[in-house]
């Protein structure tokens, strides 16, 4: 089944440690992102791609980066994580033609 | 003023009960409108997108519209302790950004 898979599911890291999740797809979708979502709040978008052109949300913060380097595969990088970036991170794709996105399932991230 | 608002819940109805679910949203621009629903620790599942005034119907689901009003609401029919979960409203912003705007939406629970 064509699908959006994230890796991995549960991810541990330490204040300050960098750490990359990464996001593949099936689907051929051109356009990819990258969500944060806290308890109980809405997802916030971090980044998305149209194909390879990155476009950074204004109040992201630099200590996230990104990379696509195919269509198929996305990163998200966070340099050096602190407590407050614990979340769930959510990677999702879509087409240009307005239909709403596929989400793969997460990764939730711990800072300890 | 947030882009989304939705009341968080929770939205307590009894098994069998018509669930109603509403969102409010403030881009004229929105042309495209998605409901999502999420439980808890997982990621966002499309269940319902309209794109025209009036009602939707899919399954036990209807979506409604007013682009006037500047509103969208979900209607679950027959509720089952299965659809206890929080339910997502997502307008499509109008600046061809290809971009879902998510309230925080609303947390359903049916009761047994």
């Known amino acids: 089944d064509a699908m959006v898979i994230q890796n991995p599911r549960y991810q541990v890291t330490q204040f300050g440690k960098p750490v990359t999740l990464s996001c593949s797809q099936t689907l051929n979708h051109n356009v990819m992102y990258w969500y944060q979502q806290k308890s109980s709040q809405a997802p916030k978008l971090l980044f998305h791609y149209y194909d390879k052109d990155f476009n950074n949300e204004a109040d992201t913060p630099d200590n996230f980066q990104s990379r696509r380097p195919n269509t198929s595969f996305c990163f998200l990088d966070i340099r050096s994580p602190g407590l407050g970036d614990a979340a769930m991170y959510l990677c999702a794709t879509s087409t240009r033609t307005g239909q709403g996105y596929t989400f793969g399932s997460g990764t939730r991230l711990t800072v300890v | 003023q947030k882009e989304v608002e939705q009341n968080s819940g929770p939205l307590s109805v009894p098994e069998g009960a018509i669930a109603s679910l509403n969102c409010t949203y403030s881009?004229?621009?929105?042309?495209?409108f998605f409901w999502y629903r999420q439980y808890s620790g997982k990621s966002p599942e499309l269940i319902m997108s309209?794109?025209?005034?009036g009602d939707k119907e899919d399954g036990r689901f209807t979506a409604q519209l007013n682009k006037a009003s500047q509103y969208v609401s979900l209607l679950i029919r027959d509720s089952q302790p299965s659809d206890s979960a929080t339910y997502l409203c997502?307008?499509?912003?109008?600046?061809?950004?290809?971009?879902?705007?998510f309230g925080s939406g609303t947390r359903l629970l049916v009761r047994p």
């Open positions: 881009d004229r621009g929105s042309q495209s």
């Open positions: 997502a307008p499509l912003r109008g600046d061809s950004s290809y971009k879902l705007i």
């Open positions: 309209i794109y025209s005034n």
